[in-house]
């Protein structure tokens, strides 16, 4: 299986396989036909107050790193998420954030990798 990840304003592509948004809100400015998902998992996205507290800032990442591991350790949406790794061979994690370095569907790729 392959876990790849992009920016969800970059746009379809073919090469994408299945399409999940990874964001707990949908991006601005992008219409669910332009986003072209297969789903969406709200609940895999940190916490709201996590997500709050990072703020997209790169001098944060490495605790925010840790902090969003410890909530997917207990996230039962990760089950949801291994299912549908296992039953697609190519999958596209989609995120909102501008950051394309810092960012959670990173943080989630290397997670799900780890497993």
């Known amino acids: 299986m392959t876990i790849q ?3 969800i ?3 379809p592509a073919a090469n994408d396989g299945f399409r999940i948004l990874v964001d707990r809100i949908w991006p601005r400015g992008v219409s669910k036909d332009k986003a072209a998902l297969d789903e969406w ?3 895999i ?3 709201t107050e ?4 990072f703020g997209h800032d790169p001098a944060k990442f490495a605790e925010f ?3 969003y591991e410890k909530e997917l350790a207990s996230n039962g949406a990760v089950a949801t998420l291994q299912n549908l790794l296992h039953a ?9 954030a501008q950051d394309t370095e810092h960012n959670q569907a990173i943080v989630l790729r290397d997670y799900l990798q780890s497993k």
Do not use: C, F, M, Q
């Open 65 to 67: 790193r840790e902090r």
């Open 41 to 43: 998992l709200k609940d």
């Open 88 to 96: 697609h061979p190519i999958v596209t994690l989609l995120y909102g």
């Open 5 to 7: 990840i992009k920016r």
């Open 9 to 11: 304003y970059d746009g």
């Open 45 to 47: 996205a940190p916490s």
């Open 50 to 53: 996590l997500r709050n507290w």
